[in-house]
């Protein structure tokens, strides 16, 4: 079984509205991590946000929020007022297992290409 | 600057040829972390090194080897190019302890 499941290979978004991303996953740990990143056409993994499998609350960092329903094993990357500048690719990765002291390996989804469009 | 440097930043070689890849990690990070992201595979997990030490391997090809120095730079040996091999081979870093991982920008290798 896929670990990351992205379903949205394309999506596409006019500018100023909001879009969700969406990521599932698939782990056994009780502790894990999740992780979005941004890959734009230059190539670089940009780290966007994580939530963490106790975290009660939802992650945000400024336009950028995570909609983490546990019991679901979702975990959707929101984006609010979108800019021309968002378009790229996204991933949702997960850190299995508690954080050590050695860090332990992400895996990553497939990946959602995001265009924002005028 | 994201604090990982990988480089070179772009490879062109050809197939059966041998390169290696190199990877200075964010200033105290012990943890280093490759990966190898192709169109068909998507990101795929090598291999992992802490401290100097292999600490989990992925799919990683046998043609395919890494060290971790002392210094705590990485290398990544890929040996027997094939077309295939092509991609994006990215390292990562984490702090010990540490919820993040930083990503460097990457090498572009072109097997030709």
């Known amino acids: 079984a896929q670990k990351i499941t992205q379903t949205q290979p394309g999506m596409f978004v006019q500018e100023k509205e909001a879009v969700t991303l969406d990521c599932t996953y698939d782990?056994?740990?009780?502790?894990?991590?999740l992780f979005w990143y941004k890959q734009p056409s230059s190539g670089e993994m940009i780290f966007l946000i994580y939530?963490?499998?106790?975290?009660?609350q939802n992650a945000t960092e400024g336009r950028y929020s995570l909609n983490f329903q546990k019991a679901r094993k979702s975990a959707n990357l929101v984006i609010s007022a979108s800019q021309l500048g968002d378009s790229a690719m996204y991933f949702c990765a997960m850190r299995e297992g508690r954080v050590t002291g050695g860090g332990n390996k992400l895996t990553f989804g497939t990946g959602t290409q995001l265009k924002v469009e005028l | 600057d994201s604090g990982v440097t990988q480089t070179p930043k772009h490879l062109i070689t050809a197939t059966g040829q041998r390169v290696t890849l190199r990877c200075s990690p964010r200033s105290g990070d012990l943890s280093v972390y490759w990966y190898q992201q192709s169109l068909d595979q998507g990101l795929q997990f090598l291999i992992q090194y802490y401290n100097g030490e292999e600490r989990a391997k992925g799919n990683i090809l046998e043609r395919f080897s890494a060290q971790q120095f002392p210094d705590l730079h990485s290398e990544l040996n890929l040996s027997s190019l094939e077309l295939g091999d092509s991609a994006l081979y990215f390292c990562?870093?984490?702090?010990?302890?540490?919820?993040?991982?930083?990503f460097g920008s990457g090498t572009r290798l072109t097997v030709v």
């Open positions: 782990t056994s740990d009780q502790s894990y991590g």
């Open positions: 939530q963490g499998s106790y975290d009660e």
């Open positions: 990562a870093s984490s702090a010990q302890g540490g919820n993040g991982y930083t």
